[in-house]
T-cell receptor, first 115, second 113 residues
Framework: NAGVTQTPKFQVLKTGQSMTLQCAQDMNHNSMYWYRQDPGMGLRLIYYSASEGTTDKGEVPNGYNVSRLNKREFSLRLESAAPSQTSVYFC??????????????FGQGTRLTVV | DAKTTQPTSMDCAEGRAANLPCNHSTISGNEYVYWYRQIHSQGPQYIIHGLKNNETNEMASLIITEDRKSSTLILPHATLRDTAVYYCIVRAYSGGGADGLTFGKGTHLIIQP
């Protein structure tokens, strides 16, 4: 089972460059998320997509855009990378049931350095 | 979501039970308690969740106090592979869609050989 797959695993960008982080899940989940994690900190939500065709801002959306391409794929784009965006990025997916929230499954992360 | 308070770090001897506390004194009646852990450099992993009854699965047990203002995650026989940061998260069901989890800094559990 692949679960949540993120590409690339590592990336170095120069300030001002753009790139797209890819995420795909094979569990037929409705909801997908992008988080960032800075050293020594917990994860912070950037954007989420509760279902195919919808996206919403999380806690730290500035400098990012997202696309829910289909039910499987949710991409995160940095239009003009800044050193402050150096972080580890995690994608996750989940499928809210009728009561409560089921577990969220996380990818292995993309380690991004902006120089 | 209600705020949670966890110790920054804890040690536990290998083979012993690890008991990780979490305070959530402002929890609302419809909020669940979730536990995740993050092993170094990996994505977080779901452990267990509960509303008001104690819960047990193959990984851990969750004990929630009767007033629901605190809880304890118990790893019954800790191994070195359980060394990780453990996050206690309080979360309500969001109705039409799941708008993500709020992670604090968690507890760094170190299992000593």
């Amino acid at each position: 089972n692949a679960g949540v797959t993120q590409t690339p695993k590592f990336q170095v960008l120069k300030t001002g460059q753009s790139m797209t982080l890819q995420c795909a899940q094979d569990m037929n989940h409705n909801s997908m998320y992008w988080y960032r994690q800075d050293p020594g900190m917990g994860l912070r939500l950037i954007y989420y997509s509760a279902s195919e065709g919808t996206t919403d801002k999380g806690e730290v959306p500035n400098g990012y855009n997202v696309s829910r391409l289909n039910k499987r794929e949710f991409s995160l784009r940095l239009e003009s990378a800044a050193p402050s965006q150096t972080s580890v990025y995690f994608c996750a997916s989940s499928d809210p049931p009728g009561v409560g929230i089921t577990e969220a499954f996380f990818g292995q992360g993309t380690r991004l350095t902006v120089v | 979501d209600a705020k949670t308070t966890q110790p920054t770090s804890m040690d536990c001897a290998e083979g012993r039970a690890a008991n990780l506390p979490c305070n959530h004194s402002t929890i609302s009646g419809n909020e669940y308690v979730y536990w995740y852990r993050q092993i170094h450099s990996q994505g977080p992993q779901y452990i267990i969740h509960g509303l008001k009854n104690n819960e047990t699965n193959e990984m851990a047990s969750l004990i929630i106090t009767e007033d629901r203002k605190s809880s304890t995650l118990i790893l019954p026989h800790a191994t070195l592979r359980d060394t990780a940061v453990y996050y206690c998260i309080v979360r309500a069901y969001s109705g039409g869609g799941a708008d993500g989890l709020t992670f604090g800094k968690g507890t760094h559990l170190i299992i000593q050989p």
